[in-house]
């Protein structure tokens, strides 16, 4: 069965964790729906992506198998500032579907109260701070309650493979380790 992905960008997204976590789904064999706050994205680095639907076209009610956040402090605060966010995270916490976010972006899910409150997560070191009520952990990836954290840039195949370990088994996430020289 094909798994459906949603993936949040935003100007100043982190283009590292966007790209390459796209891709590796991709090439899982995933439908992965990049939504983006603008038509054409700047990334935190000045990389312009092009998103498959800009997010006022998002149908608010749909359901996807995994959400993820990329980080980036300018794209991790611009989705904060966007209400149609906080709705579709709330709507796939309460029906139990899987949340990952990487670097800066657990943040959104502390600032929308979507973590529980024993809840295990990682995040950039430059947010530890804000995330210190939880329990906070400086492994590579952490999953508590179908949130999936995770550190930042370097960490996004640790994460990558992971989720893909979750929604599509071992064998797969090995296929692709294999195929893209990932040891």
Do not use: W
């Amino acid at each position: 069965m094909i798994k459906n992905v949603l993936v949040f960008i935003a100007n100043g997204t982190e283009e590292i964790e966007a790209v390459v976590f796209i891709d590796i789904m991709r090439r899982a064999g995933m439908n992965v729906t990049v939504v983006g706050e603008t038509d054409i994205v700047h990334c935190s680095r000045d990389v312009k992506i092009i998103p498959d639907l800009p997010l006022h076209k998002l149908n608010e009610n749909k359901l996807y198998d995994l959400i993820y956040l990329p980080g980036g402090s300018k794209g991790v605060e611009n989705l904060m500032n966007i209400p149609k966010v906080e709705l579709i995270l709330k709507n796939h916490k309460e029906n139990n579907k899987k949340i990952a976010a990487i670097c800066a972006a657990p943040t959104i899910l502390d600032f929308f109260n979507i973590f529980e409150k024993d809840a295990k997560i990682t995040s950039h070191p430059s947010v530890a701070n804000i995330l210190q009520k939880y329990n906070y952990s400086e492994n590579k990836v952490v999953e508590s309650h179908n949130i999936i954290s995770s550190r930042g840039a370097g960490t996004v195949f640790d994460l990558s493979f992971y989720i893909i370990e979750q929604l599509l088994g071992q064998e797969t996430a090995q296929k692709i380790k294999d195929s893209i020289v990932y040891k």
